[in-house]
């Protein structure tokens, strides 16, 4: 990102954020915003509001902050570090309390030019109240910008619910509601691969594309999230939000242009889109056993500390998925995440059709068909897999394997690559939504994800056991090998 050269009033902003001492803002939101301190983009006049129950002062908050700064790759510089904590204010409020938003507005006031952006790292269950009493108390106003983060709600009703009550107190275009891996660099360059290149968006549909594999792979477990992960499950924790947002990006048409609604509209009707998935021959579900993690023996999920040793909640899911439109018509899309698998590991695999005559090899022909990789992380950058002569005179026309490689990282050389959360301030520092997610495109992805766990909860059959440290469950490999593919990381 390049420093403004002339920023303008309307980025003097006082970001509230309320659940301040909590993890995601302390490993997350906080070094993302020193960050944006340091390329310049946050004018002389932002403050930052840090909001949260425990009895921290500035100075022993600032110092948490301190301790997150210096555990990270960057260590913090000096000069900025002292500009950035200038800004940072402490306030230990009960946020049910509506005596304490006063004092809130009281600080606002001291600057009252200042665009408010309250960043709501809490519960959904807390959106409302907060969001009510920041209304009443004159804190918000219809310049006020509301960010939310996931998990807006556990179902297409309590979904419902949380984003009524958002809506009773601001408007649409006032809410930002985050998905952080719209905020991963190479996410965002999947527009500017389809839409600007003619090599890709000329052949991005049904007839050059045979299949599609989406994984987002952990090798963690749990880590002491259990009581919200029981409740959850991998679907509604990973496929629900990251994957279909992955998935629309990939599947979507071209929008009018790079406006926000246009955009947003288009990954609309991929949802729309989607259609009925039969649990019995096109979803594995899995749970994994105790197994080898990183080397070191690691429990199953049962015997985690604090598990209920009768849980059937999913800790993997294989889904084949269909967009039944014209551009997609006939090609699957193969869904996978799991906790527990070998490595750490987001991607996107497309997979182009062969060919109509292959005249090389024929003990080579499995090769044929060009695959694109689009690696999310830990290594982000785009490969493409072709097939070139083989070197040397005894080879005669035997092919090889070869990929052309742009990697992020050493493209970029020793620059950083931004974290998620620093593009997606900075986008709410801007007003711009594109990045963030609609009500409609939760509420469809809701529905469709309602259906496959009402008929999971229909057929009462527990998930399929998995090692640790694997794949997943034999049964996912079958998913896709039936079809005459197989996962790209196991060919």
Known sequence: MTPLKDIQASLDTDLALFGAGGDLSLRKLMPALYQLDAQGLLTPQTRIIAIAREPYTTDSFIEKVSEKLKMGSDAPSDEVFERFTARITYLQMDLADAANYTTLNQQLNERPTNRLVAYYALPASLFEIVSQHLKTSGCADANTRIVAEKPIGHDLESSSEVNDALAACFDESQIYRIDHYLGKDTVQNLIALRFANSLFGNIWDERSVSHVEITVAEEVGIEGRWGYFDKAGQLRDMVQNHMLQLLCLVAMDPPADLSAQAIRDEKVRVLKALGEVDISTDVVRGQYGAGTSGGQQVPGYLQEEG?????????????????????????????????????????????????????????????????????????????????????????????????????????????????????????????????????????????????LNEAWADADEPPKKYAAGSWGPSAAVALISRDGFSWHDME
């Open 307 to 451: 598990a209920n040793k009768t849980s059937s909640t999913e800790t993997f899911v294989a889904i084949k998925a269909r967009v039944n439109n014209w551009r997609w018509s006939g090609v699957p899309f193969y869904l996978r995440t799991g906790k527990r698998l070998p490595e750490k590991l987001s991607q996107i695999v497309v997979h182009l059709k062969p060919a109509p005559h292959y005249i090389f090899d024929a003990a080579q022909a499995h090769l044929a068909g060009n695959r694109l990789v689009i690696r999310i992380q830990p290594d982000e950058g785009i490969q493409l897999q072709v097939l070139l002569k083989d070197q040397g005179l005894e080879k005669d026309r035997r092919l090889r394997e070869g990929p052309l490689d742009f990697s992020f990282r050493e493209e970029h050389g020793a620059a950083r690559i931004p974290d998620a959360y620093e593009r997606l301030l900075w986008e709410v520092l801007q007003g711009k939504q594109s990045l963030f997610v609609r009500r409609d495109e939760i509420e469809h992805a809701w529905r469709w994800c309602d259906r």
